[in-house]
């Protein structure tokens, strides 16, 4: 897939921007806080339904600013052409279109245009808590396959539900509970196998990529870990029952998994540097990459690099230079804060280019 156009408005600080791509790499110069990562993210938003930075739909809009709007000229491998409208008012639910009519649903559109984004944001991969690796997971999982998301939906909502009765004072019946775990149970089973196959898909790839990158000097290994390991699901969740209500939430279940990453053996967390945290994240997300190529519509991804060669010694640039200048990879958009860093960049990757400066928001060719 490739992003022929892009046109926004209002777009966190970018008032107005109309651009024609390069169909290999783009590149956005210009120093911290003027508007580099905001032009990956309305890249990502078009894809995704959201924004890769924000939570809130609201804190995209531009100061002062009451609606903002997206639009994407895309062309697939076929040759046969997308467009995709993102419209958002204050107050108001935002609106998707392709082609000019919109979707019922946003979950239709997720996949349609797969995107993989690599970013300075994505160290609590490492860092944080499990809720951020299991996001990682989702992510990936739902650009590939639209049922994984509705399993995904059903089962927060059981969450929802049984949690909400877990703090009531008066306890439900019995019936109600087991009502909402057999939902939990059956829609988590989905999604365990789901994650299950993708981690198995995922491992060698990533490992791959992580040899070309370090020059084999590294050894790293992620591990899926879920309740659903333990046994059948709906008896783990029944059995924490008990439990459960003395602390008000629920224990068990596909909202406590993890993937554990591990670098010689033992946590990265505790062990990497910085620089050994950037090339562990930045193999993931190219065999990321390369999963969605392969699952789902099987078509190329748009792939965002986002100020990722800052902290990496020489070689590891060079050996990621060669990777993504490689036939394996698509259109690339690109963000440094130094010209010449990216020039000798561009050295090294085949193709032509287009070369942006963005200073408060403007973006000039």
Partial sequence: MILKQLSILNYKNIREAELKLSPNINCFIGSNGEGKTNLLDAVYFLSMC???TTAQDAMVLTHNEAMMALQGTYEREDGTQETIHCGLKTGQKKIFRRGGKAYKRLAEHIGLIPVVVIAPSDQPLISGGSEER???MDIVISQSDPTYLDALTRYNKALMQRNAMLKMEAQPDAELY????EVMAREGMLIFQRRTEFVEALLPEFQRFHDRISGGHEEVSL???????????LQVIQQSR???VIMGYSLHG???????MQLGGYAIKREGSQGQNKTFLTALKLAQF???????SCTTPLLLLDDIFDKLDAHRVEKIVELVGSEEFGQIFITDTNRDH???ILQGMPGDHQLYYVKQGEVTQ
């Fill in 342 to 344: 990216l020039d000798l």
């Fill in 178 to 181: 087991d009502m909402w775990e």
């Fill in 134 to 136: 299991r996001r990682f």
């Fill in 50 to 52: 959201r924004s890769s």
């Fill in 242 to 244: 008990p439990k459960d």
């Fill in 254 to 260: 596909m909202h406590k998994d993890d993937l554990e």
């Fill in 223 to 233: 591990r899926y870990v879920s309740h659903a390991q333990r046994g059948p699901l």
């Fill in 290 to 296: 390369n999963y969605l190529r392969h699952h789902g």
